[in-house]
């Protein structure tokens, strides 16, 4: 079924790219989701991910009783391109014009492939933007708000699952050094939790030192023997496949769409692995962005926002135990009851 409220589609008028908007729900209030410049092998690939992807914001949102809806972006690059310079300049633009089309129905954030500073550049053709660099009047860097968020959320499954929220000496596997992954490993690490990382880029090993981490390979990462494995990179690591090879006790992390499909949620309980629903994760940028940029808190307040993911989780993972429920269930319903008692 589609339900999408609109999707865009189109060829940027400079660079010639497919520029894909999807906007999944305004509900709750204007969409907003994370522009990604990503390699596919076809644009119809970057449009299925747009698909899902904004659908998982409309979630995000409404899980984290934010008044917002879900969209996301998606540049889809063809094999082995590398954006750099005025060509990357001419990229964002087009993103830009598509924004401004929608008139304030969707704003943009950062996301795979893109940063605060490419923020910066879609701001010059439109204000609907977050997270653009302190200089140019935006929140900034989301990541390490997002890490701190996938921190609060792992400390509410050690609670769930070992009667302590502390993760001093809990065994971590981190699938992913990018620019979340990087901050929450070194969170983690901070909190004498030991690590294990990966990232699909071998040139990140170098990282692992100062981490005090392990390094593996990516596919070896899933049969790790650790508490809690982190995904912290693209979507789809949970499948039918790789569930069964999994040895830890949880799943948790900021990853966007982690699950190959909904009934692998089901796979995991059944195995006994406890998975913290990603969008629920992952929220601590949109929670930092939305609530120093709409909402005009200071920063000690919106920290407060991020950090409340625990009690959040806490209550998601309470509310499935009670009603026999996963995870995944109890957070699709409370996010479907807002969005369904907001919808006019
Ligand atoms: N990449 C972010 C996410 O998936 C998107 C985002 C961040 C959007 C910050 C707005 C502000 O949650």
Redesign the pocket.
């Known amino acids: 079924m589609f339900e999408h409220e609109q999707v865009v589609l189109r060829t940027g008028r400079r660079t010639g790219l497919p520029v894909i908007i999807a906007v999944h729900s305004t509900a709750l209030g204007p969409a907003?989701?994370?522009v990604r410049m990503w390699r596919y092998p076809a644009w119809r690939d970057g449009l299925a991910d747009a698909l899902r992807l904004s659908a998982a914001?409309t979630a995000?949102f409404a899980a984290a009783g934010l008044s917002n809806g879900g969209g996301k972006t998606v540049v889809a690059l063809p094999e082995g391109t590398v954006l750099e310079g005025p060509r990357r300049r001419d990229a964002l633009h087009d993103v830009g014009d598509a924004i401004a089309a929608l008139d304030g129905a969707y704003s943009a954030?950062?996301?795979v492939g893109t940063a605060p500073a490419d923020m910066a550049v879609i701001g010059e053709i439109t204000p609907h933007v977050?997270?653009r660099p302190a200089e140019s009047g935006g929140s900034g860097d989301?990541s390490p708000h997002?890490a701190h968020g996938t921190l609060a959320a792992l400390r509410a499954a050690a609670r769930h699952l070992y009667g302590t929220r502390d993760l001093a000496g809990r065994r971590f596997g981190i699938i992913g050094l990018g620019h979340v992954g990087e901050h929450l490993a070194a969170l983690l690490a901070a909190e004498g939790a030991a690590l294990t990382v990966t990232d699909i880029d071998p040139g990140k090993r170098a990282r692992t030192e100062a981490l005090g981490a392990a390094w593996t390979g990516p596919d070896e990462i899933l049969g790790a023997d650790v508490d809690v494995l982190v995904p912290a990179a693209l979507g789809g690591v949970l499948t039918e496949r790789t569930v069964p090879r999994l040895r830890c006790r949880a799943v948790v992390g900021p990853a966007?769409n982690q699950l190959a499909s909904p009934g692998v949620a089901d796979l995991l309980h059944r195995r006994g692995i406890l998975w913290v629903p990603d969008y629920v994760a992952?929220?601590g940028?949109?929670i930092h962005?939305v609530s120093t940029e709409l909402h005009r808190l200071g920063p000690g307040e919106a920290r407060a926002r991020v950090a409340a993911i625990e009690d959040t989780v806490t209550g998601l993972l309470g509310t499935a135990d009670r009603l026999g429920q996963t995870p995944a269930q109890a957070a699709d319903a409370l996010a479907r009851r807002r969005v369904r008692t907001a919808a006019p």
Request: hydrophobic residues 35%; aromatic residues 6%.
């Open positions: 907003a989701g994370g914001m995000k954030g950062p996301d977050f997270c989301s997002t966007n992952g929220a940028g949109v962005a």
